[in-house]
């Protein structure tokens, strides 16, 4: 199998991927992004499989920021290009741009990884693995370095939930996708009729897993900057699990 840097994947949108609006969901994408991270580190030789067997450990989604310029739907096919840049000594990362079936560009995404020692639940350098690159990419799908998002005082409660068997991944964790749907549960389905994601970014800082109960907090005081902040925080300890902050549109 060649090895590739840029790697590309053909989706098709179908009934489990969509929302009401017979829209791709914001959580459909981020698990594509997943999938399609996986598929192209197997390709590099650091799968899930290869990074567990050799190693014994996993990729982990620290940051990610996503614009959406378009938001595809039912029966679309899209095609998503990925691509790594050059490691830092604890970073891993990884940008990628969705394509519509005319080459048009749609959304453009970028994202920070770490490794985790599955054992000891710790981070370790980038270094520990073997990892190699046809040829290094320093194209960026966005102009940006994803940083920490601020925290705010504007915070209000808006439900509680309890992580459970649906939430978690193969790593035992809640898996980064259902973040997002618990970030959109935060709005009725009424505002999700008049308005639409623009860009999300998303923090990804103390590990959530089963049996937790995370407070879910939102933060609409900006709401006429068109900004929304969203963060989860572990019942138990008080400590934030993840902090997000949503650009909307009116439709």
């Known amino acids: 199998m060649e090895r590739m840097t840029r790697y590309k994947k053909n989706y098709h949108i179908d009934l489990n991927s969509v929302d009401f609006k017979k829209e791709l969901k914001l959580s459909s994408l981020f698990g594509y992004f997943q999938d399609i991270a996986n598929q192209a580190a197997e390709n590099l030789g650091v799968g899930i499989n290869q990074l567990v067997e050799k190693y014994g450990v996993a990729f982990v989604l620290m940051r990610i920021r996503i614009d959406l310029i378009r938001n595809p739907k039912l029966d679309e096919e899209i095609i998503i290009e990925t691509w790594p840049l050059k490691p830092g000594k604890l970073e891993f990362e990884r940008d990628f741009i969705v394509y519509d079936t005319k080459g048009e560009i749609i959304s ?10 599955l054992k000891k639940r710790r981070l ?9 690159y046809p040829d290094l990419i320093t194209e960026k799908a966005i102009d940006v370095e994803l940083g920490k998002i601020k925290a705010t005082e504007n915070l209000e409660t808006a439900y509680h939930k309890t992580i459970g068997y649906s939430d978690i991944d193969f790593n035992g964790h809640l898996n980064n996708s259902r973040y997002v749907d618990f970030i959109m549960d935060c709005f009725p389905l009424k505002e999700h009729e008049n308005y639409h994601t623009s860009s999300i970014e998303v923090n990804y800082i103390n590990e959530a897993l089963p049996g937790d109960t995370l407070i879910i ?4 005081s900006r709401l ?18 993840f902090r997000s902050q949503v650009v909307i549109k009116e439709n």
């Open 124 to 132: 370790k350098r980038s270094e520990a693995i073997n990892l190699e």
């Open 217 to 220: 907090m939102k933060d609409i």
């Open 224 to 241: 006429h900057e068109n900004l929304v902040v969203v963060e989860g925080i572990r019942e138990s300890d008080n400590k934030v699990v």
């Open 108 to 117: 453009r995404a970028v994202s920070v990884w770490v490794i985790m020692d």
